[in-house]
Nanobody, 125 residues
């Protein structure tokens, strides 16, 4: 069983940077999991943001964040990160970390087996 805990959210201004962390706790390490970040803005459906494969060989990004966000992982620390740069008001959302044992696109919610509770990010203009 994997338990995921996000942190690092907060209120920032447009153009600022923020780094989110996702710590995995429990009996299992994240080494065997593909990891992803999703977000849900007020009144909208949850959407894919970024994903990273087990060995970090492949990174995937939504077009809306490509070139601004960077996903990374530290398997020794059991932690995944999302570095968000040049943030925009439209990045305002609750950000969720997720873990997947499956092989797939890693862009769909249904591919993930475990989810965190989310951390709120607000970007003011």
């Amino acid at each position: 069983q994997v338990q995921l805990v996000e942190s690092g959210g907060g209120l920032v201004q447009a153009g600022d940077s923020l780094r989110l962390s996702c710590a995995a706790t429990g009996l299992t390490t994240i080494n065997t999991y593909n990891m992803g970040w999703f977000r849900q803005a007020p009144g909208k459906e949850r959407e894919f943001v970024a994903a990273i494969t087990r060995g970090a060989a492949r990174l995937y990004y939504a077009d809306s964040v490509k070139g601004r966000f960077i996903i990374s992982r530290d398997n020794f620390k059991n932690t995944v990160y999302l570095q968000m740069n040049n943030m925009k008001p439209e990045d305002t959302a609750v950000y969720y970390c997720a873990a997947s044992l499956r092989y797939g696109t890693l862009r769909r919610e249904g591919e993930y087996d475990y989810w965190g509770q989310g951390t709120k990010v607000t970007v003011s203009s």
